[in-house]
């Protein structure tokens, strides 16, 4: 098991570092105020767009705002397209979470949510929303879109030892409203990811916004991959580029 599955499986267990607030972000140019973030230190050797530099989840009311800033343009590296859904790769921005899964709807005690903004452009796994504006709701996977995720520690997947948990044949989860059919806890909210430069933002609702006080999380740039079966464990982190906390402790706080 990796030092990043070991973390996930005892996230909770840690003390958080204290952040301070109100969250100060980029100015569009890779600026960065230390004040209200999980800071991280550049690292040269990683493609600048997922060299994470900080991380930070803001809420206001009814409302919480999940930020990445980068080294260079968010959103700038994408995946190279396979033709076929086996094997597809996908990168993804992703905030781990200590939210009980149930807090977006799926079943409860069953894994680390997390939210992601993700590419891949051999599959559209949003069938609700037409994020080109093109008439077709099947094929715009490569634009950045969003997700909720429950992540599970998988032997099985190698590298990161981790997978979106799988749905076994013949079980029946509770499951988000939008969850797009695949066997996987994975839901499609329709949050749109924006991005300012070195700075990627998803503003998300949750249905009880108080179950956040409190609540641990990270940022994660990484890239996950089919399973070149198309079966379980379905969808594996293959690939983690960068951590803001550097060891997965789930250190910022939502305050």
């Not at 924006?194 to 108080?210: H, M, S």
């Amino acid at each position: 098991m990796t030092k990043f599955s070991r973390n996930l499986a005892v996230v909770g267990s840690i003390a958080p570092v204290l952040l301070l607030s109100p969250p100060v972000f980029a100015d569009g140019h890779g600026a960065i105020d230390q004040i209200g973030s999980v800071i991280s230190p550049a690292d040269a050797k990683l493609a600048a767009a997922q060299d994470i530099l900080a991380a930070h989840i803001h809420r206001d009311g009814r409302t919480m705002t999940f930020h990445i800033t980068t080294s260079g343009e968010a959103g700038s590296e994408l995946p190279e397209a396979v033709g076929k859904l086996g094997g597809a790769p996908v990168y993804g921005y992703v905030w781990p979470t200590t939210l009980d899964p149930s807090a977006v709807g799926f079943e409860v005690g069953t894994g680390i949510l997390a939210l992601a903004a993700t590419s891949h452009p051999d599959f559209d796994d949003t069938p609700l929303f037409d994020e080109n504006n093109d008439g077709d709701l099947a094929n715009d996977g490569a634009l950045w879109h969003s997700h909720w995720v429950v992540l599970a520690p998988t032997e099985s997947c190698g590298v990161g030892a981790l997978a979106v948990r799988d749905i076994p044949g013949g079980e029946t989860p509770n499951l988000p409203a939008t969850w797009p059919g695949f066997p996987i806890f994975l839901d499609s909210p329709g949050f749109t990811p924006q991005f300012d430069g070195a700075e990627i933002k998803i503003t998300v609702a949750l249905a009880d916004p108080e179950t956040a006080v409190g609540a641990g999380y990270d940022g994660v740039t990484a890239a996950m991959t089919v399973n070149i079966n198309t079966l379980a464990p379905l969808l594996c982190v293959t690939s983690i580029f960068d951590v803001a906390s550097g060891d997965l402790s789930l250190s910022g706080k939502i305050e």
